[in-house]
């Protein structure tokens, strides 16, 4: 079946502009994670949504990240007045219902570039 | 200026070979770790777990060892083929949910045929 898909794949911005970055899951996943990974770092916790509720938000490292999944499958990560320092690729995962132990499929990234 | 990126820690084995890449980790509550393989260009991707009541778990080629008291894992492919090249991330789980994964920096792994 599907995997996870992110869109876009690339993504080139002005700083200070507002972009949007499309996360897929698996269906009938109910567990969704957003990460972002910089150059040479591995993936950085930002956020967990359990169904439609973010359960842990506290890796969104100030107020212009935000992410929403109003029904449960489709998630948006929202960045608001983009910085350079926000320049990273965006990973999203799911997993079949976000209990340890549950595999995490990744899809393949955004990578975001801030000008 | 000139930027300099970070360097991964690398490891360069020939085709056959048994590979070893480790990891420390540094929440001793964390109860679950992870493996993760990832190509360029690509998400990471699953490779093999294990819980903290183990200390040892074997997959098809592959085996983590977990040392708590030092914490400390590692990795080990047994017969390295060129497709197993790629970065190697170990994860630990944290946060109040249980579900926010901690990943190290990675370690490349070079096969060479």
């Known amino acids: 079946g599907a995997g996870v898909s992110q869109t876009p794949s690339n993504k080139v911005t002005e700083k200070g502009k507002y972009v949007e970055l499309r996360c897929d899951p698996i269906s009938g996943h109910t567990a969704l994670y957003w990460y972002r990974q910089s150059l040479g770092q591995g993936p950085e916790f930002l956020i967990y949504f359990q169904g439609t509720g973010a359960a842990d938000d506290s890796g969104l490292p100030n107020d212009r990240f935000f992410a929403v999944r109003p029904e449960g499958s489709v998630s948006t990560l929202k960045i608001q007045r983009t910085e350079r320092g926000d320049s990273a690729v965006y990973l999203c995962?799911?997993?079949?219902?976000?209990?340890?132990?549950?595999?995490?499929?990744f899809g393949p990234g955004t990578r975001l570039t801030v000008l | 200026g000139e930027s300099v990126g970070l360097h991964l820690p690398t490891l360069s084995v020939q085709e056959g070979d048994n590979s070893i890449i480790n990891c420390a980790y540094s929440?001793?509550?964390?109860?679950?770790f992870i493996w993760y393989k990832q190509e360029s260009g690509k998400g990471p991707q699953f490779i093999i777990d294990i819980r903290s009541n183990m200390d040892k778990r074997q997959g098809q080629r592959v085996t983590v060892l977990l040392n708590k008291t030092v914490k400390h894992l590692s990795l080990q492919i047994a017969a390295t083929q060129p497709g197993d090249s790629a970065v190697y991330f170990c994860?630990?789980?944290?946060?109040?949910?249980?579900?926010?994964?901690?990943f190290g920096t990675g370690t490349s792994l070079t096969v060479i045929p």
């Open positions: 995962a799911s997993s079949s219902t976000g209990t340890e132990g549950d595999t995490q499929y």
């Open positions: 994860a630990e789980n944290s946060g109040p949910t249980g579900n926010q994964f901690y």
């Open positions: 929440n001793s509550a964390s109860d679950y």
